[in-house]
């Protein structure tokens, strides 16, 4: 069975299945997240969690309508894949009045960013929503998206993974068409391949290239007020590169 995305299929388990495709967010669920969902405690947490937390049918509700979600009217800033949440959360207590959207498939994540969102100065301007980003259509209007930050996706390293990687000539289609004029894509990886893939594929897309760093440990992301994040950190500690990119949609 082929998956919209590629990544390789997996039978999924009967549970899984008799959800609705609301509820599973997308069909292409880890298989490990279903195998018993009674004894995952952060799928049923999710769901019980209340806001700051978004389940996939919630989020998508939102479509068209986050500044009613957030109560009111301020730019959009969007994280692909929060992990445990350091760089979301501090990005929104730091820029607070700045609307904060975060997007994680799994979780366990969800949960370990909304624990980080609990303080007061979060809670009004952020919310976190477990869904899978190769679907990000589902959850935005063409536009509304005001900052695109995708911080070390998923590497996908070998060459045979290559069709996984976020980064593509499709995802950059559908965020031309979701992000509003003048918004900005601020990546950082540790991935050279990422960088280089990102280049090539925003030639004859509507995206201007603002600022590039090859040591963004040594001399900083090239946009203001950045955190660290989890997996950076990681790279730092080993004394590896991390790169950024800073990007315009025209
Ligand atoms: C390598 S980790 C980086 C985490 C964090 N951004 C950091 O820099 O520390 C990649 C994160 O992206 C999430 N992720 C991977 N594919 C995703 C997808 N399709 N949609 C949403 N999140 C995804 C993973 O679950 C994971 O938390």
């Not at 309508?65 to 929104?92: D, H």
């Not at 996984?164 to 950082?188: H, Q, S, T, Y």
Request: glycine share 8%; net charge negative.
């Amino acid at each position: 069975m082929a998956t919209p995305t590629g990544k390789p299929t997996i039978p999924m388990h009967p549970q899984a299945q008799a959800l609705p495709d609301s509820e599973r967010g997308w069909k292409e669920i880890p298989y490990e997240e279903y195998i018993d969902p009674d004894h995952n405690p952060y799928l049923n947490l999710h769901r019980t969690w209340g806001r700051p937390v978004l389940t996939s049918e919630q989020a998508a509700a939102c479509r068209g309508a986050w500044q009613q979600e957030f109560g009111r009217k301020a730019p959009l800033n969007v994280e692909i894949g929060t992990g445990n949440g350091f760089f979301f959360s501090g990005m929104a207590e730091s820029h607070p009045a700045e609307n904060w959207l975060g997007i994680e498939i799994r979780f366990k994540r969800v949960i370990l960013t909304a624990k980080k969102l609990r303080a007061e100065a979060t809670e009004a301007n952020s919310r976190i929503c477990r869904y899978d980003a190769s679907a990000l259509s589902d959850l935005f209007l063409p536009g509304e998206i005001d900052t695109l930050y995708i911080n070390h996706p998923d590497p996908w390293d070998k060459e045979r993974w290559a069709k996984n990687r976020l980064l593509g000539p499709e995802f950059l289609d559908k965020i031309a068409v979701l992000m509003a004029p003048g918004a900005e894509l601020r990546i950082k990886t540790d991935h050279l391949v990422n960088v280089d893939a990102v280049l090539k594929h925003i030639d004859g897309r509507p995206f201007e290239l603002f600022a590039r760093c090859d040591d963004v440990n040594g001399e900083g992301a090239p946009w203001d007020g950045d955190i660290v994040t989890n997996y950076q950190r990681k790279f730092f500690e080993r004394g590896l590169p991390v790169y950024a990119l800073r990007l315009r949609r025209s």
